[in-house]
Structures are given as C-alpha cells and as structure tokens.
C-alpha cells in the first residue's frame, strides 16, 4: 500500500513563516511536521510515499531527498500552480497504483495508528466503497464540523457534524473523473460519493492538531518538547 502527503499548500495564514518555506516543513518538536509523517509512515511499514509540492518545493526536496533516512522511497508531484486537495491527488494517480491509498495532510498532526489503513482498504473492498474519511471531534476553531458519522459511513446530516481530519484511504475511481491538471477540491467529491453511500468513516478521539496558525504551531511544539501527550488538551489551541 502506498501513501501520500500533501504538501503544496501556501500556508497564508502562517505567514510570514511560510513566505520562504512549505507549511508542512515548519519545525514542531525539534522536526518539521513532515517528519512525523515520514516517521509514522516508516514506523507502520509503508516503503513508498507520494508527496506533492508547489509554494517552496525545492525546501522540501532537498530535505526529504530519496526517503532513504526513514527506510522510504519518496515520490514527487509537482504543481505549479497547486492544485488543491483533489486535483493534487489526480495528478499524483500515476504514482499511487491501482489500489487503495493512504492520503494525510502534511499541516496536521496526529498519533492516529497508520498501520489502520492497510485494514480500512480491505473494509473498503469487503464493502464496495471507494473511499475511506477519519473524522475527529469538533476544533473550537471549527465548531460546526464537516461530516456527520452514520453507522459506519460518512453522512451528510447537519446535526452532530464532526471534523474531517485531513486524513483519509481513496480507490483511484474516486479521482479518475476530474481532468488532470485542473485545480478541484476534496469536499465536494466527498460529499457527491457519500451521498451515494460509497465513503466509509471512522471517529479517532486520539491526539490530533490542525497546524493552521503561528500560534496553535507554537502550542504544538510546547507539547512536544514538554512531552506532553494528553488527549482531552489535543484541540485546544487558539484560533
């Protein structure tokens, strides 16, 4: 099974830290979030990862390389200009396979168990899904939610919504139809499918953070370098 990162956000709200450097290589930690990714993925047996990149690439490139210091064989899509979540994914179709996939935000961080996926894809494929969302309790900064979760499959109610995580297990079909090269987004191919009951979901109540901002990034590596690790603290950082 493969994974890949998404990695070619702009990052404006986290200017200027992002004015010279990719979102997903802001340093929490004592590493940049990308490489909790790459060590998470490593960690759970993954050999080959995707990443694309735009805004800053060659930071990352030179950074990552091959993979080879994690175990890994990393990939590159390039978009210039980017191509939002979808039309990311579209691009990168030729280096993810014909099977299943592992996708993460590279802004997010998380403790979510990776080695999930590999039983997500078999799930999917039991149950005729295309799709696969990990969503978690609602950020105060993102009171209102995404999804909502329906006896296993991604819903669409307005009532007890939860946050789609940034994390997520995709069939290829799911992407085929959008022209490649062509800038889409995920949510609106998320919700036609989960209309139609093809999208699976799960709740994770583990440690999750959407580095959106300077100052929920300052939080996090204040966690991390204190080792703190508490679950019931994981969303609360400042909008």
């Known amino acids: ?10 990052g404006e709200r986290m200017r200027p830290l992002t004015d010279q450097c990719p979102k997903p290589m802001l340093v929490a930690g004592g590493q940049p979030l990308l490489g909790w990714h790459l060590q998470a993925l490593a960690e759970a047996g993954f050999t ?3 990443i694309n990149h735009a805004h800053c ?4 490139c030179d950074w990552v390389g091959s993979g080879s210091r994690w175990g890994l064989s990393v990939s590159y899509s390039p978009e210039h200009p980017a191509l939002e979540t979808a039309g ?3 691009r990168a179709l030729g280096l993810l396979g014909e099977h299943p996939f592992l996708v993460v935000n590279g802004d997010v961080f998380t403790r979510w168990p990776v080695t999930r996926a590999r039983t997500i894809a078999r799930q999917m494929s039991a149950g005729g899904l295309i799709g696969w969302c990990v969503l978690v309790p ?7 939610g995404d999804f909502t979760l329906d006896s ?15 994390i997520g297990v995709y069939h290829p079909s799911l992407f085929e139809s959008l ?8 949510g609106p191919l998320l919700r036609d499918a989960a209309g139609r009951g093809l999208i699976g979901a799960e709740r ?10 300077p100052a929920r990034l300052a939080q996090l590596d204040a966690e991390l370098r204190g080792g703190v690790a508490d679950p019931a603290a994981r969303h609360r950082f400042p909008s």
């Open 179 to 186: 022209p490649d090269g062509e800038a889409a987004k995920l």
């Open 152 to 166: 296993g499959l991604l819903g669409l109610g307005s009532s007890k919504r939860l946050t789609f995580s940034g």
């Open 57 to 60: 690439g060659d930071v990352l």
């Open 204 to 213: 994770f109540d583990g440690i999750w953070t959407d580095v959106g901002t």
């Open 48 to 50: 080959e990862v995707v």
């Open 1 to 10: 099974m493969r994974a890949m990162i998404l990695a070619a956000g702009r």
């Open 138 to 144: 609602n950020p105060d900064h993102h009171p209102e």
């Open 88 to 90: 990311g994914i579209r």
